[in-house]
T-cell receptor, first 112, second 117 residues
């Protein structure tokens, strides 16, 4: 069984600042992947970043990076130089062979 | 990039009728598609996993006779909500897994808002 926990229902950040969204997970899979998805008001799910669990190096995609701590089962997302367009719901997810399991989400508010 | 479409984007139906939602992978083949349901301000809840050419696998608590899923081709899966009731009103999202991708990632459709009156 897989579970994903996002303990921050809502976070706020000012434009150009940095914010970190937390995520912890539990899985019985030996081979798994971790993802952060963004859901803006349009409700279209957008993949932000992914991490292969077997890789020690933290994934980075432009202003987005993760801090993957496998032993602690932690997978946080750091957004640097925040922009107004980053305002959205962010979902952490884990996937084994088949299905994705999502956390409850963190709403990110970005103020000018 | 991988694109998934859903049709319709928004539908209103009367209680007791059935409604079909289509999910298509436009530029890749998807042996596996997934159907989710999302209530306002909540996360995505997986309803079922659809494999091309075989029966769908439903999550616990999801009525398979009410939510009929068909995955007849490598690019099309359909969800039919039968005998819809107001409590079926929700946002339904499909996703498709690119068979070629080693990363187990899913590409999501834009969702369908169903309102049952």
């Amino acid at each position: 069984a897989q579970t994903v926990t996002q303990s921050q229902p809502e976070m706020s950040v000012q434009e150009a600042e940095t914010v970190t969204l937390s995520c912890t997970y539990d899985t019985s899979e030996s081979d798994y992947y971790l993802f952060w998805y963004k859901q803006p008001p349009s409700r279209q799910m957008i993949l932000v970043i992914r991490q292969e669990a077997y890789k020690q190096q933290n994934a980075t995609e432009n202003r987005f990076s993760v801090n993957f701590q496998k032993a602690a089962k932690s997978f946080s997302l750091k957004i640097s130089d925040s922009q107004l367009g980053d305002a959205a719901m962010y979902f952490c997810a884990t996937a084994g062979f088949q299905k994705l399991v999502f956390g409850t989400g963190t709403r990110l508010l970005v103020s000018p | 990039g991988a694109v998934v479409s859903q049709h319709p984007s928004w539908v209103i139906c009367k209680s007791g009728t059935s409604v079909k939602i289509e999910c298509r992978s436009l530029d890749f083949q998807a042996t596996t598609m997934f159907w989710y349901r999302q209530f306002p301000k909540q996360s995505l809840m997986l309803m079922a996993t659809s494999n091309e050419g075989s029966k769908a696998t439903y999550e616990q608590g999801v009525e398979k006779d009410k939510f009929l899923i068909n995955h007849a081709s490598l690019t099309l899966s359909t969800l039919t909500v039968t005998s819809a009731h107001p409590e079926d009103s929700s946002f339904y999202i499909c996703s498709a897994r690119d068979s070629r991708s080693p990363f187990h990632e899913q590409y999501f459709g834009p969702g369908t808002r169903l309102t049952v009156t």
